[in-house]
């Protein structure tokens, strides 16, 4: 087989360029709150070139739809990271691919520059999933990536997931649907602050919605049933630190699984993962790269 057939899966599941590529920059954008021009470029068009997408930038920033804040950077080299104005993020509300979502627009410099560092690292995190779904020919595109999923969890309080994954893995004739909670963390709190996260996803694993105003009923089951089949995996990526800080987050992690009943519980029935980010990148997700919060050796996220 050519090199060129081998590459067709690749090709085939990249973005469809059939779309116009500034509706798709203005949906991205929508989906993804701000990233960069390298970032859209291998998100929307990975056979694409730099210079096609600052052309589509630079004549949406024209048409007042996007704006964008330039990056701190100890090379001083320009990176433009980019996001809607309330033009753009107005003309965004009722696309298709974004229907049923709430809004969370990043829509003045102000706001851009305190979200940048952490939204930027979880649209890494995408890419790194992304990329090793068009080399594997699996499905998982621009859309299959919700940042900022918002589930009650009781008393008034909810777990928001930095993103809701949906992924498909396809081999020979099988096709397997899997969904996963992501955490990004980037070394921004205490071990021990990441770790009560698992108690939060640990109460929803458990939470049974009440209607209000009425008497205790029949159980109908866990509220997540209602949105999931089977409970997301729950995939912590680590940035941000030395190797070995990681690794005692990754511990941490674990020791919550051992000593905490709830976490138990959940990590008895759901998935539970660690790996760090720059070994996504590297490697690709898919790789003995994920460490089991439920102990054990290293291996990909899908077998977890």
Do not use: C
């Not at 090379?75 to 107005?90: C, F, I, M, S």
């Not at 974004?98 to 930027?120: E, W």
């Not at 941000?240 to 699984?257: F, I």
């Amino acid at each position: 087989m050519s090199s060129a057939a081998r590459s067709t899966p690749v090709t085939e599941l990249a973005p469809s360029p059939a779309e116009p590529l500034a509706h798709q920059v203005l949906a991205g954008l929508a989906q993804h709150r701000i990233a960069t021009t390298s970032q859209l470029r291998r998100m929307l068009r990975p056979n694409g070139t730099r210079q096609l997408m600052s052309r589509v930038l630079n004549r949406l920033r024209s048409d007042g739809l996007v704006e964008r804040t330039v990056l701190p950077d100890a090379n001083r080299t320009r990176t433009n990271a980019w996001y809607l104005t309330p033009d753009g993020a107005r003309l965004t509300r009722d696309l298709p691919v974004l229907r049923g979502r709430p809004p969370y627009p990043i829509t003045s410099t102000t706001a851009a520059s305190l979200k940048t560092p952490h939204t930027l690292a979880v649209v890494r995190a995408h890419l790194a999933f992304a990329a090793d779904a068009r080399r594997l020919g699996h499905e998982h595109g621009p859309f299959d990536w919700i940042p900022e999923v918002s589930h009650s969890i009781g008393d008034g309080e909810r777990i928001v997931a930095d993103a809701l994954m949906y992924y498909t893995v396809t081999d020979s004739n099988r096709r397997r649907k899997l969904r996963a909670f992501i955490e990004v963390d980037r070394t921004t709190m205490s071990g021990e602050r990441l770790a009560v996260k698992l108690i939060e996803y640990a109460r929803l694993f458990h939470y049974e919605a009440q209607p209000a105003g009425r008497r205790r009923q029949a159980s109908t089951g866990p509220a997540w049933q209602r949105r999931y089949p089977v409970f997301p995996r729950v995939l912590f990526v680590l940035t941000g630190a030395p190797r070995a800080r990681l690794e005692n987050r990754t511990n941490d992690l674990q020791a919550m699984v051992t000593h905490h009943p709830l976490v138990a519980g959940l990590a008895r029935q759901a998935r539970l993962g660690a790996a760090v980010l720059e070994d996504l990148e590297q490697h690709g997700p898919t790789h003995d790269l994920w460490t089991p919060l439920t102990g054990g050796t290293p291996r990909p996220w899908t077998d977890l």
